[in-house]
């Protein structure tokens, strides 16, 4: 079954290295989530699997072009779900790096009026703010250390953006922090013979694929079925 998944946000801390440049903006340090542990969503990130993820937006993120949003989208449109729209940006990532598990992120508000509420809520009002990851990925169901069921997600995974948000899914992900948004996708159940909606593969029952993250999924899933079968 194909679906967006919107974390739900979860606990804040301060960020670090806080610096208000002379145009008012605000340069700071934050965790952005964490790897190889459970979320408060019960899904899992594997190390590998983000770097992997991370490694295909290094371009935007030299270019100063990859931005993130003040909240997630709230419209279930699953266009809006995977765009990242200029009239909601607040913020852009500069650098990431890694810290043990901890994804540690650069970045820097935007001159944009949420870009502004950001900053304002940051240096001013001394609010913790929140990072939360949305984009797409697969999910494979299982049973987190606690025993509930959980998920790993699993290649291809998409990164879209992370979104400044008031409680992140990660313990770890706040200022030093932002929303996490994962699509699961088991192509084995959709119907594909649907059309084509601005730039995506959308089937009749509305579940709707980029068409290059659909020819990944596609490659994965063969992968995947191959080695169960041992063809």
Not at 37 to 42: G, I, K, P, T, Y
């Amino acid at each position: 079954m194909q679906h967006i998944i919107q974390e739900s946000p979860q606990v804040n801390q301060f960020v670090k290295n806080v610096k208000t440049k002379r145009d008012g903006k605000i340069r700071f340090s934050a965790c952005l989530q964490t790897v190889n542990d459970w979320n408060r969503n019960n899904r899992k990130y594997p190390e590998q699997l983000l770097r992997d993820g991370i490694s295909r937006v290094i371009d935007r993120i030299n270019t100063q072009s990859f931005l993130g949003e003040l909240d997630h989208p709230s419209d279930s449109n699953p266009v809006r779900q995977v765009t990242v729209e200029y009239k909601s940006v607040s913020h852009k990532i500069l650098e990431l790096g890694w810290e043990g598990n901890k994804l540690i992120g650069e970045l820097e508000t935007l001159s944009t009026p949420n870009g502004r509420i950001m900053a304002g809520l940051i240096s001013e009002d001394k609010v913790p703010v929140g990072f939360s990851f949305r984009g797409t990925g697969d999910l494979i169901s299982t049973t987190t250390t606690s025993g509930r069921q959980g998920f790993v997600v699993t290649a291809p995974l998409v990164i879209i953006t992370w979104d400044c948000v008031a409680f992140p899914s990660h313990h770890q992900a706040s200022l030093i922090a932002v929303s996490e948004s994962v699509k699961n996708t088991i192509l084995e159940s959709v119907d594909l013979s649907g059309e084509i909606k601005e730039g995506m593969i959308c089937s009749e029952s509305g579940q709707c694929f980029f068409m290059d993250d659909l020819d990944r999924l596609v490659d994965q899933r063969i992968i995947n079925l191959k080695n169960k079968f041992r063809v």
